[in-house]
Structures are given as structure tokens and as C-alpha cells.
């Protein structure tokens, strides 16, 4: 259904946007979107959204596509003496993964600062491996003073980020974000599908980027309140389970290549979910079933406003929370595909009620 635009893709994916920082991915996306919407609109948070009004039927019914931008981070939590610095998580943030990693501060006054997470060496950590703890984690600026580190524009507060840039490889995409601003590409592209195709859906569509989903689904309760839709479909990472070390029997089987995901939980709702399927399989995009989470924003909206029905189209991902998550193209060409066709058999009079009583 049209080729996904490789270069918004790098640009967007290569952006910072940490929780409460989301300001340069979410002016990327929101340049590109509105070239294929009616009208933007933001507020003051950051959470960023364009409208496709019907021209059949304005304003009488509401179905919202939503993703995230917010990527996870730490945040400068002590300067020594010495001028290295101490962290705190925000979102899930690895610890495992920091020590020797690259990292850039980002400041009030001085921009971007280049860092690293230091790491004792090997060889003095006498016998058995130093466990890895948050307060065992520091960055280096490669300053040896707290003078020299606020002379540098560092202080506490300041957000840090990983450093690790987008890129493909073989059949993968690949970077530290891909959770959830791949999502972004994707519903970016369903815009550009839905116009460039003439199609006038019976509704208004809301294409809608969120931010702080890692610290607590916070953009989408608050965009749900606003936009008050009827119906609302979330596109969100999930976890391919090929990988060593994972429970397949717990965390179900899906693979990089295979298709979107659709995830059946409490919160996805199953009269949605049904038509989402329906759309696949007659539109001939694989896909496979998952059990899904309740950790994404597909929780912001369905409780919202007296119960939204919600349902969740999922990107299996590698090595999620770390600098080399990777995304299968096919998967995210499928993501987007099942969107769009899900997209066309939604109408007005879907009120997916259970019974009639």
C-alpha cells in the first residue's frame, strides 16, 4: 500500500525525544504529518495530533490511531566532588546495559553534552564480576571536577540519553527508540495512505502521538480526554519471542517476519479486535495473536470517558529497552497495511456493544 518514506523514518527515529523532552521527534513528526491532514493540533505537554475530517460526515463520529514518542532516559540525580555523575531511571531504562555505553546530556544552556557510562575494568575487579547496580552506575563527561562539569552547563536534573544511532540491517530495522516511535512512522504513513488515496472515511480520524507512555501512559489519558473519541486503535511494540531466553509458553510465539500483531487482554476489545482480524484476513495481511499487555496506552483510552472501545495492533521487536532494538521491515509494511484496511470498515453506526439490553 504505498512505500513507507525511508528518509522521515531516519530523521524521526534518529531524533531525541527522552520523557519529558519529546520536543525535536515530535516537531519531525508533526512537519510530516501535516502535509497529509486537514489540521494540527497540540497542547501543553507535547502530545501532538492531525485530523482528517470526513467529508461526508464532520464531526459526527471520532476514531483515534495513536502511538508514543517518548523514548526511556535517566536523569542527573548528584555531581561528586570528582565530577562524576549519578542517575535515576526514567521508564524502564536498563541497567545491565549501561556501563561502556555513550551518552549524551542534554542541557538548559549548552545543548548536547557527550558522555559515557564508565565501568570498572576487568581486571580490578578482583575474581568475581562487580554486580551492576543503579548506584553503581556513573557517567563520565571526561571532566574530573564538579566545577568543570557546571562550567559544561550539567546539573542535576538534566536528562541523559543514549547515544546509539538508527540504521538497517539485513531484514531489520534497528536503534534505541524504535519503541514506540517506529509506531509514529507507521500511523504517519496511514495518514499519508488515507489521503493520498482519496478515501472519505464516514468519520473524523485522529492520528495522534503521544508523549510519557514509558512513566505512565500519562499523553493518552490526557489526549482521551480531549478528543473524546469513539473508538481507538494503538500501535505499540511487543516482544518477539525468538530470542534466547524466552518462555515461548508464557510469552507466546512471535516472529520477526511474520506480521502485525493482535493481542487479546482485558482492555482490547473484542468486537474491535474481531473486526481488526477480519480485516486481515480478508485483505490477505499476515498476522499473528498474542495475549498482549496491559503496560501500553491502550489503557490510557479505554478507560476513558465512560469506556472506549480500544484495541491494540502490535510490532514484534528484539531486544526491547536497549540501543539495538530491532523491528522485521515486512512487519512494520504489515502494521500499516492492517491499519489501513481496518480503518475502512470502521463506520458511524459501530457503537460495539456486547449485548443490547
Not at 283 to 290: A, C, Y
Request: with cysteine; hydrophobic share 40%.
Amino acid at each position: 500500500m504505498g512505500k513507507i518514506d525511508k528518509k522521515f523514518m531516519r530523521e524521526y527515529l534518529s531524533a531525541y525525544a527522552p520523557v519529558s523532552m519529546e520536543a525535536e521527534g515530535q516537531r519531525i513528526w508533526a512537519a510530516y504529518v501535516s502535509q497529509h491532514v486537514d489540521e494540527m493540533h497540540s497542547d501543553t505537554y507535547g502530545n501532538v495530533w492531525g485530523v482528517i475530517r470526513s467529508k461526508s460526515n464532520p464531526g459526527a463520529y471520532r476514531v483515534a490511531i495513536e502511538a508514543h514518542c517518548d523514548e526511556i532516559a535517566w536523569i542527573t540525580s548528584h555531581i561528586s566532588d570528582d565530577g562524576k555523575i549519578s542517575v535515576n531511571r526514567i521508564g524502564g531504562s536498563d541497567i545491565q546495559i549501561a556501563p561502556s555505553k555513550r551518552v549524551v546530556v542534554h542541557t538548559r544552556k549548552n545543548g548536547l553534552v557527550q558522555g559515557a557510562f564508565g565501568w570498572t575494568a576487568v581486571h580490578l575487579r578482583k575474581g568475581t564480576d562487580k554486580n551492576i547496580e543503579l548506584k553503581s552506575l556513573f557517567v563520565d563527561l571526561g571532566l574530573d571536577s564538579r566545577d568543570s562539569v557546571a562550567e559544561a552547563g550539567v546539573e542535576v536534573g538534566n536528562i541523559i540519553t543514549f547515544n546509539d544511532p538508527f540504521e538497517t540491517m539485513g531484514d531489520y530495522y534497528v536503534g534505541r527508540s524504535l519503541d514506540n516511535k517506529m509506531g509514529g512512522v507507521i500511523i504517519a504513513h496511514v495518514a499519508k495512505m488515507i489521503k493520498e488515496s482519496g478515501i472519505d472515511l464516514p468519520y473524523d480520524l485522529y492520528v495522534v502521538n503521544c508523549v510519557q507512555e514509558e512513566v505512565g501512559l500519562h499523553g493518552a489519558k490526557m489526549v482521551a480526554q480531549v478528543i473524546k473519541p469513539d473508538v481507538a486503535i494503538v500501535t505499540d511494540v511487543c516482544h518477539n519471542t525468538n530470542t534466547p531466553g524466552v518462555d515461548k509458553k508464557i510469552d507466546s510465539d512471535i516472529k520477526g517476519g511474520k506480521g502485525a500483531v493482535i493481542a487479546h487482554m482485558p482492555q482490547n476489545h473484542r468486537v474491535l479486535v474481531e473486526l481488526i482480524r477480519s480485516a486481515a484476513e480478508d485483505n490477505s495481511v499476515p498476522f499473528q495473536l498474542d495475549v498482549g499487555s496491559f503496560g501500553n496506552d491502550t489503557m490510557g483510552f479505554f478507560l476513558a470517558n465512560g469506556g472506549t472501545p480500544t484495541a491494540i495492533i502490535s510490532l514484534p521487536l528484539k531486544y526491547m529497552h536497549t540501543t539495538v532494538e530491532m523491528a522485521h521491515k515486512k512487519d512494520v509494511t504489515a502494521v500499516a497495511d492492517l491499519f489501513f484496511h481496518t480503518l475502512q470498515r470502521i463506520n458511524a453506526d459501530h457503537r460495539f456493544k456486547y449485548h443490547d439490553f
